[in-house]
């Protein structure tokens, strides 16, 4: 099964006291307000967990002085000890925390620094080489043509999850978008949901882990 953004609007509408028709057939008859609460509950979901499955490796061939490169779209990943995962022909990088009083030096990149969306190398390389960045990308799917995009809008639009986790991701995010289509906390009904959603989500952690789950999560 693949998770397409039709599929969960159906299936959200059809869940008890959605107030939506559940028999969209395309985008054109779509309620953008259900739209909306879909996409803020996956933001919600993908934001609050390094989810593996978002992990990337984004490569960079350097130039001869050229110092300044495009950064990945994401969140540069960090080991437990907080070391950035930025490396130089396999040779890790220090990050500057200061890097405005810096001479311009060529050689082999010892450090990076971010500025402007760019990762710049210090030194500057003085010959070819490559630079690998891990990092957390904030893509949540993909469109019919394969790009990666950052919200759902097309029926056909599809979420980046793998299959063994879909039921759990789609479950998920029904529920978080049914509280979110709920207007007041004091309805009836959002407690009801929140039970869901919460277990929802601790459900989804649990086997993104696989194994040594953490029993103290929290939605």
């Known amino acids: 099964m693949t998770l397409t953004l039709l599929d969960l609007y159906n299936s959200t509408a059809t869940q008890e006291w959605a107030m939506y028709d559940n028999d969209a057939l395309s ?34 061939l350097t130039i001869p002085k050229i110092e300044a490169y495009q950064m990945p779209n994401g969140l540069i990943k960090r080991d437990k000890n907080g070391v950035y995962q930025v490396r130089y022909n396999s040779k890790m990088l220090k990050y500057l ?38 990092y957390s990308t904030l893509a949540v799917g993909e469109n019919s043509a394969g790009e990666e995009i950052y919200t759902l809008k097309n029926d056909d639009d599809i979420l980046t999850v793998p299959a063994h986790l879909e039921e759990l991701m789609k479950e998920a995010i029904i529920t ?25 989500y601790k459900l989804l952690i649990k086997y993104s882990k696989g194994v040594g ?7």
């Open 213 to 219: 789950q953490d029993k103290s999560i929290r939605f």
């Open 176 to 200: 978080r978008t049914m509280l979110n289509t709920i207007a007041s906390e004091s309805d009836e009904n959002y407690s009801a949901y929140l039970k869901q959603a919460d277990r929802a």
């Open 27 to 60: 985008e054109s008859e779509f309620e953008a307000s259900l739209v909306l609460a879909l996409n803020k509950s996956i933001i919600d979901i993908y934001a609050s967990y390094d989810f593996p499955f978002r992990e990337r490796t984004h490569i960079i």
């Open 97 to 134: 925390e200061c890097p405005s009083d810096l001479e311009p030096k060529f050689g082999e990149p010892e450090y990076f620094y971010v500025k402007r969306n760019r990762i710049i190398l210090y030194p500057a390389p003085q010959e070819k080489g490559i630079v690998t960045v891990d």
